[in-house]
C-alpha cells in the first residue's frame, strides 16, 4: 500500500523454504523436502518482497491447486492495467477517506488493493503475491482440504480492508489523501506462512539470513515507528496492520498454529 508520490522501496530478499507434504504435521518440526532458492536481483521496489518457491511431489495435485491464488493476481493486473490510463478510474478506486466518510463510498475498502500506481508497483506486489501465496494457498489446502480456499480469500480480502481502518481514522477529514496498492493484503500472506512456518530462512542481500519469525518482528518493529514518522509517503500502518491481522487470521482459525510457532521458536532459543 503507498500513498502518493514515492513509491515503497526495500531490498531484494530469498527464502529458504520447506515443502509439507500431506503425511507432515504443518507447524511442527516434521518435514519432508528442503530447498533454498535465491534469485538473482539485488534491488526490488515492493511492499513485500519475500518469495516461496516449492518443489512439488505431485504434478496433478499441485495443478488442482493454488487457482485463488492465481486468480487474484488476474483480477488485480485487470483493474490496475484498466485503471493506469483512466485518472477517473483510479481516484475513484483508490482510498481517499474523506469520500468514504462524507459519501459513504465504503468499496473503496476493497478497490484500493486491486489497483496500483503503476506497473513497476504491480509487478513486484503480484510477484510477492505469487510465491508467498501460492504457499499459504497450499499450507491451507492441507490443514482444512476444499475449505482452505475460502479461508484463503477471506485472510486475503479481510486484509485489504483491515489494514486500512487506522489510515481511515487517521484521515478521514483529510480530503488530500490518497493510497492503493495490495500491501495490507500481501503483508498478511506473508504473516500468515511465518506463523505457519516460522523457522524458514528469510535473507537479505543473500548474505544476512534469519529465520521469519526475526524478520517478521523486525519489519513490524520498523512498519510502527516508521507509521509514527509518517514522514516518507508510504502508509506503513497499512503494512503493519496487515501484518498483525494475518496473525490473528490463523490463530483463530488454526488455534494449534500459535502453539506450533511457540514450539518451534522457543526449541530454536533454547533448545527446548
Given at each position: ?58 504434478e ?37 477517506p ?86 495490507g493484503?500481501?503483508a ?53 496492520y ?16 500459535i ?14
Amino acid at each position: 500500500m503507498i500513498s502518493f508520490p514515492v513509491l515503497d522501496r526495500y531490498p531484494h530478499f530469498c527464502l529458504e523454504s520447506i515443502y509439507i507434504h500431506d503425511a507432515c504435521h504443518l507447524a511442527s518440526e516434521t518435514c519432508c523436502l528442503q530447498s533454498r532458492i535465491c534469485l538473482p536481483l539485488p534491488i526490488i521496489p515492493l511492499s513485500w518482497p519475500f518469495i516461496a518457491i516449492f518443489e512439488p511431489t505431485n504434478e496433478d495435485e499441485d495443478k488442482d491447486m493454488l487457482t485463488v491464488t492465481l486468480t487474484l493476481i488476474g483480477i488485480t493486473v485487470l483493474m490496475s492495467f484498466y485503471a493506469f490510463n483512466r485518472p477517473e478510474a483510479q481516484a475513484r478506486l483508490m482510498m481517499n477517506p474523506y469520500n468514504i466518510k462524507r459519501m459513504g463510498q465504503y468499496d473503496r475498502f476493497l478497490t484500493s488493493g486491486f489497483i496500483h500506481k503503476d506497473h513497476t508497483h504491480l509487478i513486484f506486489n503480484m510477484f510477492s503475491l505469487y510465491f508467498l501465496g501460492t504457499a499459504v494457498e497450499r499450507d491451507f489446502t492441507i490443514l482444512f482440504g476444499p475449505r482452505g480456499a475460502y479461508y484463503f480469500i477471506a485472510l486475503y480480502l479481510m486484509a485489504i480492508a483491515v489494514s486500512d481502518l487506522p489510515t481511515y481514522f487517521k484521515q478521514k477529514d483529510n480530503p488530500g489523501y490518497n493510497s492503493l496498492g495490495a500491501s495490507g493484503g500481501v503483508a498478511a500472506i506473508v504473516f500468515a506462512f511465518i506463523i505457519l512456518q516460522p523457522m524458514q530462512y528469510l535473507c537479505i542481500f543473500f548474505g544476512l539470513c534469519m529465520p521469519g519469525f526475526i524478520l517478521g518482528s523486525l519489519y513490524i518493529a520498523y512498519s510502527y515507528f516508521q507509521g509514527k514518522r509518517s514522514s516518507d509517503h508510504i502508509n506503513h500502518d497499512a503494512h503493519l496492520y496487515g501484518s498483525l491481522f494475518g496473525l490473528l487470521f490463523c490463530i483463530v482459525v488454526y488455534p494449534p498454529s500459535i502453539v506450533g510457532f511457540y514450539s518451534q521458536v522457543t526449541h530454536w532459543l533454547f533448545g527446548q
